[in-house]
C-alpha cells in the first residue's frame, strides 16, 4: 500500500508566478489535508478535503490561495501570483475518516525567487 | 484559538539516555493527541491517545495522556543516535490537527 504521494518534491517558482502542488492520498482514503511549515516553524493547518467537498478552509490565506480535491485524480493546492513569503514546505496527509490519525506525505518544498 | 505547547524546544542527550518530552494543549472539542517524528521530511505516526492514563507502547518508545491536566509525555529509554529528530505533538480537533512547535532531539554517540 503506497503512502500519501506528493509532487513535485521540489518547486522553484519566480515572484507573480503560479504554483501547483499535487496530492494522491493513500488507498483508501477520501480525507484530505493540507499544512504548512514555515522555516523553524511549526506545522500550519491550511484547509481539509473530501472528494468534491472543501469542508474547513479557515486556514488558508483569503487571496491567492485555492485547493480542490477533483472526483478523479489528486488533490491540487494552487498558489497565484507566489511571494516570498510563501516560500515553506507544503505537506498533504490524509486519513481514512475524520477524526482519524492522519499520515503525511514527503511534502513539497516551495521557493520563490 | 487552539494551542499546543511543547517543551523542552531543543535536549541533547547522550546515547543510552531516557528522555522525556513534554505536550500541554489547549483545544476545543477535544478528539485525541498524537506524537509525531519529524526528521528531514514527512512527519511520520508514532501514537495515537484518546484515553487519560492509558499507556501506549512502541519499542523504547511510550506515551500517555492526562485530560484532566490536558498534558501527554512521550518516554524514550536507551535513546539511539537514530532518535535524532523533531518530535511533534498534535491535537486533534474540530477534524484538524494543531501542531506544537516541536522538540528538537539530538542523541550525541
Known amino acids: 500500500n503506497a503512502g500519501v504521494m506528493q509532487n513535485p518534491r521540489h518547486l522553484v517558482r519566480r515572484r507573480g508566478q503560479e504554483a501547483r502542488l499535487r496530492c494522491s492520498p493513500m488507498?483508501?482514503?477520501?480525507?484530505v489535508y493540507w499544512y504548512r511549515q514555515l522555516p523553524e516553524e511549526g506545522l500550519k493547518f491550511m484547509v481539509y478535503?473530501?472528494?468534491?467537498?472543501?469542508?474547513?478552509e479557515s486556514g488558508m490565506p483569503k487571496e491567492r490561495f485555492s485547493a480542490e480535491f477533483p472526483k478523479e485524480g489528486p488533490s491540487i493546492l494552487r498558489i497565484q501570483q507566489v511571494v516570498r513569503g510563501d516560500s515553506a514546505a507544503y505537506f498533504c496527509?490524509?486519513?481514512?475518516?475524520?477524526?482519524?490519525?492522519?499520515?503525511f506525505g514527503p511534502g513539497t518544498r516551495l521557493t520563490v525567487t | 484559538e487552539d494551542k499546543v505547547v511543547q517543551s523542552p524546544l531543543s535536549l541533547v542527550v547522550h546515547e543510552g539516555d531516557t528522555v522525556t518530552l513534554n505536550c500541554s494543549y489547549e483545544?476545543?472539542?477535544?478528539?485525541?493527541l498524537l506524537w509525531y517524528k519529524q526528521e528531514k521530511k514527512a512527519p511520520t505516526f508514532l501514537f495515537m491517545l484518546?484515553?487519560?492514563?492509558i499507556e501506549k507502547k512502541s519499542g523504547r518508545l511510550s506515551s500517555i495522556l492526562d485530560k484532566k491536566e490536558l498534558f501527554s509525555i512521550l518516554n524514550i529509554t536507551a535513546t539511539q543516535t537514530g532518535d535524532s529528530a523533531v518530535y511533534l505533538c498534535?491535537?486533534?480537533?474540530?477534524?484538524?490537527?494543531?501542531f506544537g512547535t516541536g522538540t528538537r532531539l539530538t542523541i550525541i554517540p
Open positions: 488507498k483508501g482514503h477520501s480525507h
Open positions: 498534535a491535537v486533534l480537533g474540530n477534524e484538524k490537527l494543531t
Open positions: 478535503l473530501q472528494k468534491e467537498n472543501i469542508i474547513d
Open positions: 496527509a490524509s486519513s481514512p475518516q475524520g477524526n482519524y490519525e492522519q499520515y
Open positions: 484518546t484515553s487519560s492514563g
Open positions: 483545544v476545543t472539542n477535544f478528539r485525541s
